[in-house]
């Protein structure tokens, strides 16, 4: 490379690795590869699960159901008995029929924004973890608002993260308006990707937007181009609504704030321990949330975030690795996908404390299941460690090389006569008897194969005399040096003072 004029040289493995990660001339592995191949369900399977959940929502219904959606629901076609309200068939595909198959989930650089729904695949945060891995004592600790923006900051290098939610809770702010408030502040801040929160409360929806409206350039302007979607969980497992969630939804989209209605029922506690069971139950659930956003306002852009969850029924604790929690999330992909809905799931929710052997096994079991099945939206899939309690700066590092692997193998094989290499075949045997160097390799080098930064690949003596380092050693080494390096500023000097002015913001 050169700088001022001067070639700098450079040598060893530091240099390997920092040519490994620029990015090729060709992406081989960009996010929004197509997914769909994986279907866990045979067709009729998947049919036989919407005719129970259209069945659970007619003649079960749904529960303690605020009054202001009652009467929405009504007006509709439900019908109330013993303090439950029913769904019939044509209200819910109504809602089906009505909603965004597709839609933008805008950053605000628009070159950021992705298109939610189809087969395209994205990865992105979710979390709300209580305990930060720290990155010097390699100790969980209590995190903090600090840690909110520190995650932020580095995710916003990552390029296969492809919308940040908030991953951490800043349990040093007590104050649930002042969380809320700070929370926000900490994503339009530092990025300007695609980003998402929660409200604790409806009445903090609208001030909050006010805050947004003055990083969108005034008054009513984050209306026309929201770049925050709020997750929300409007439905409490078994069939029942959550009256302050659902206050949340009525404010969110009062305010034209895109959701993500989460529903996260847990296998053998709060849904069946059978697999198709617990699908039918959750579809059923997630149908709900769907049908109030209908009843609300029609077409207004909702994630169908059916989260299957699993827990240890040997001791009820959340159990976010494994093969049940790949199967099921998998799945849920697939039917939402088969109702035409743009998905959200979630994977790589790995139960290892450490970044081990157990934490590589789950989280690229679960998230390249999740994947192959097609869902749109992949939650959680980055940075969160211990069953979700925690969240990792060393692990955002290492899933983004995972996704990078994951897209990969989503893009498949292209079969055409030039990648067949007949020719090229023929070239080789006849000549030098094999292909290195040979212009068909070359062609293929940088357009068909991804180069881990992380991954090491060097023999055992090289690694042993570059010091012996794990690839946890490595990310920690890349997060230090992002967190010292970028500080990016993401709102004018005006901005930032007029957000200060009106609100409290924690941070210097």
């Known amino acids: 490379m050169t700088k001022a004029g001067q070639t700098i040289k450079r040598g060893g493995r530091?240099?390997?690795?920092?040519?490994?990660?620029?990015?090729?001339?060709?992406?081989?592995?960009?996010?929004?590869?197509?997914?769909?191949?994986?279907r866990p369900l045979l067709d009729g399977e998947v049919e036989q699960i919407y005719e129970t959940a259209i069945r659970l929502?007619?003649?079960?219904?749904?529960?303690?159901?605020?009054?202001?959606?009652?009467?929405?629901?009504?007006?509709?076609?439900?019908?109330?008995r013993d303090a439950r309200v029913m769904f019939p068939r044509a209200l819910v595909e109504a809602a089906i029929d009505t909603a965004p198959k597709t839609f933008e989930l805008h950053g605000r650089d628009p070159a950021r924004t992705i298109t939610v729904g189809g087969d395209a695949v994205h990865f992105g945060t979710g979390g709300a973890a209580v305990q930060t891995l720290d990155l010097d004592s390699?100790?969980?600790?209590?995190?903090?608002?600090?840690?909110?923006?520190?995650?932020?900051?580095l995710q916003d290098t990552l390029a296969n993260v492809s919308w940040y939610t908030r991953c951490c809770i800043a349990t040093d702010v007590p104050d649930v308006f002042d969380l809320d408030v700070n929370t926000a502040y900490a994503?339009?801040?530092?990025?300007?990707?695609?980003?998402?929160?929660?409200?604790?409360?409806?009445?903090?929806?609208?001030?909050?937007?006010?805050?947004?409206?003055?990083?969108?350039?005034?008054?009513?302007?984050?209306?026309?181009?929201?770049?925050?979607?709020?997750?929300?969980?409007?439905?409490?497992?078994?069939?029942?609504?959550?009256?302050?969630?659902?206050?949340?939804?009525?404010?969110?989209?009062?305010?034209?704030?895109?959701?993500?209605?989460?529903?996260?029922?847990?296998?053998?506690?709060?849904?069946?321990?059978?697999?198709?069971?617990?699908?039918?139950q959750s579809l059923a659930e997630t149908l709900a949330s769907l049908v109030m956003v209908h009843v609300i306002k029609p077409g207004h852009p909702m994630v169908f975030s059916n989260w299957p969850l699993v827990i240890d029924l040997r001791t009820g604790a959340f159990a976010g690795g494994g093969g049940e929690t790949a199967l099921l999330n998998a799945a849920s992909a697939q039917v939402s996908n088969w109702l035409g809905l743009p998905s959200g799931v979630a994977a790589s929710m790995s139960d290892a404390k450490a970044l081990d052997a157990q934490y590589g096994v789950e989280k690229g079991m679960t998230s390249l299941a999740a994947a192959l099945a097609g869902g749109n939206l992949i939650y959680e899939s980055s940075g969160m460690t211990a069953s979700?309690?925690?969240?990792?700066?060393?692990?955002?590092?290492?899933?983004?090389?995972?996704?990078?692997?994951?897209?990969?193998?989503?893009?498949?094989?292209?079969?055409?006569?030039?990648?067949?290499?007949?020719?090229?075949?023929?070239?080789?045997?006849?000549?030098?008897?094999?292909?290195?160097?040979?212009?068909?390799?070359l062609a293929a080098m940088e357009r068909d194969y991804f180069y881990p930064a992380l991954a090491d690949r060097e023999n055992p003596k090289t690694w042993a005399d570059a010091g012996a380092q794990s690839a946890w050693d490595m990310a920690g080494i890349k997060a230090r040096e992002v967190l010292a390096t970028h500080h990016p500023s993401y709102l004018t000097e005006e901005q930032d003072r007029a957000i200060r002015e009106a609100f409290n913001i924690l941070t210097p």
Do not use: W
Request: proline share 6%; glycine share 10%; net charge negative.
């Open 14 to 38: 530091k240099a390997r690795h920092d040519k490994r990660a620029a990015k090729p001339v060709i992406d081989p592995c960009p996010p929004g590869q197509s997914g769909g191949a994986y």
């Open 57 to 80: 929502l007619g003649e079960l219904g749904m529960g303690e159901v605020p009054d202001r959606l009652r009467d929405l629901l009504v007006k509709h076609g439900a019908t109330e």
């Open 138 to 153: 390699g100790i969980y600790r209590e995190s903090t608002l600090a840690d909110l923006h520190q995650f932020t900051r």
């Open 388 to 441: 979700l309690l925690g969240a990792s700066f060393e692990a955002f590092i290492l899933d983004d090389e995972m996704h990078s692997n994951t897209y990969r193998v989503l893009r498949g094989v292209e079969v055409s006569e030039e990648n067949l290499g007949f020719d090229a075949i023929c070239t080789a045997v006849l000549g030098d008897g094999h292909f290195l160097g040979g212009e068909h390799t």
């Open 187 to 280: 994503l339009i801040k530092n990025t300007t990707k695609p980003v998402a929160t929660a409200f604790t409360v409806a009445e903090n929806v609208e001030p909050i937007v006010g805050m947004f409206d003055i990083a969108a350039g005034g008054d009513g302007e984050f209306a026309k181009r929201p770049f925050v979607k709020a997750h929300i969980s409007p439905v409490i497992s078994p069939m029942r609504y959550g009256e302050d969630a659902v206050d949340v939804v009525f404010e969110c989209l009062k305010h034209n704030v895109p959701v993500s209605c989460i529903t996260a029922a847990q296998a053998g506690a709060t849904a069946p321990a059978t697999m198709a069971g617990f699908l039918a």
